[in-house]
C-alpha cells in the first residue's frame, strides 16, 4: 500500500527553465512533508519541507506547494541548474504517531540539459 | 557541525552469516532511523530511537535489530543473512523528538553472496 506516490519516474528539463516534481499522498494523518535530493551510493539530502498549516515554502531557487484537499505537493525549481541532476523523494509523516518516521514515495529522476 | 557518520561504508557477506552497522548522529541530535534502500522497493524504514528506545519499527523480520546508546550512537544488526538483505543501508538523525527533517548519513552498502 503506498501512501506516498511519485508518478512520473523521470523528468528531463532545459537548464533554466522550471523543474516540476509532484507528489500525491493518500493518509489523511500526513501533517509534515519533506522533499529531498539523492545522489547514487550516496544519502539523500534534505531540500526543504512544509507543514501542513502552510500552503507553501520557498528556499532560494526551491519551492514546495501543498494542497491538502487534494492531498498533493509538489517542487518548483527555478531556474534549474544541471548541478540539480538526481532523484528526488518526497516524504511524510504524522505527528501523532509521537516518533520519526518517513514514508517515501518511489522518487522521480530529474535530468537537467543544457 | 560534523553530519551523520556510517560505518563501514562497503560490506560484504556470506548467506547465514550476521552484519553489525554503525551510525553516529549529529552532535546533539537524540533521534537514530535507520532505513533500507533497494531498487525494487525503495526507501522502507526500519526502525527508530529515541533516548536508547525504540519508538517504532518498521515491516522487516526479527533478524533485523538494533540499538541507541547513551550517547546517542546507534547500530543496527541483521542475522542469518539472506541474498535478499543486499541494499543499502542508511542511517538518519534528527535535531526533535518528531515531526522534523532527517538528515541522513553516506549509508552503508551490504552485499550478501
Known amino acids: 500500500d503506498q501512501q506516498v506516490k511519485q508518478n512520473s519516474p523521470s523528468l528531463s528539463v532545459q537548464e533554466g527553465r522550471i523543474s516540476i516534481l509532484n507528489c500525491d499522498y493518500t493518509?489523511?494523518?500526513?501533517?509534515?512533508f519533506l522533499w529531498y535530493k539523492k545522489y547514487p551510493a550516496e544519502g539523500p539530502t534534505f531540500l526543504i519541507s512544509?507543514?501542513?498549516?502552510?500552503d507553501k515554502n520557498e528556499d532560494g531557487r526551491f519551492t514546495v506547494f501543498l494542497n491538502k484537499s487534494a492531498k498533493h505537493l509538489s517542487l518548483h525549481i527555478v531556474p534549474s541548474q544541471p548541478g540539480d541532476s538526481a532523484v528526488y523523494f518526497c516524504?511524510?509523516?504524522?505527528?501523532?504517531?509521537?516518533?520519526?518516521?518517513?514514508?517515501f514515495g518511489a522518487g522521480t529522476r530529474l535530468a537537467v540539459h543544457p | 557541525k560534523a553530519g551523520v557518520t556510517q560505518t563501514p561504508r562497503y560490506l560484504i557477506k556470506t548467506r547465514g552469516q550476521q552484519v553489525t552497522l554503525s551510525c553516529s548522529p549529529i552532535?546533539?541530535?537524540?533521534?537514530v532511523s535507520w532505513y533500507q534502500q533497494t531498487p525494487g522497493q525503495g526507501l522502507q524504514f526500519l526502525f527508530e530511537?529515541?533516548?536508547?528506545?525504540?519508538?517504532n519499527k518498521g515491516n522487516f523480520p526479527g533478524r533485523f535489530s538494533g540499538r541507541q546508546f547513551s550517547n546517542s550512537r546507534s547500530e543496527m544488526n541483521v542475522s542469518t543473512l539472506e541474498l535478499g538483505d543486499s541494499a543499502l543501508y542508511l542511517c538518519?538523525?534528527?535535531?526533535?523528538?518528531?515531526?522534523?527533517?532527517?538528515?541522513f548519513g553516506q549509508g552503508t552498502r551490504l552485499t550478501v553472496v
Open positions: 538518519a538523525s534528527s535535531p526533535q523528538a518528531t515531526n522534523t527533517e532527517a538528515f
Open positions: 493518509n489523511s494523518m500526513f501533517d509534515y
Open positions: 512544509i507543514s501542513s498549516i502552510k
Open positions: 516524504a511524510a509523516s504524522a505527528q501523532g504517531g509521537g516518533y520519526n518516521k518517513l514514508i
Open positions: 552532535s546533539g541530535h537524540r533521534s
Open positions: 530511537y529515541f533516548s536508547e528506545t525504540q519508538r
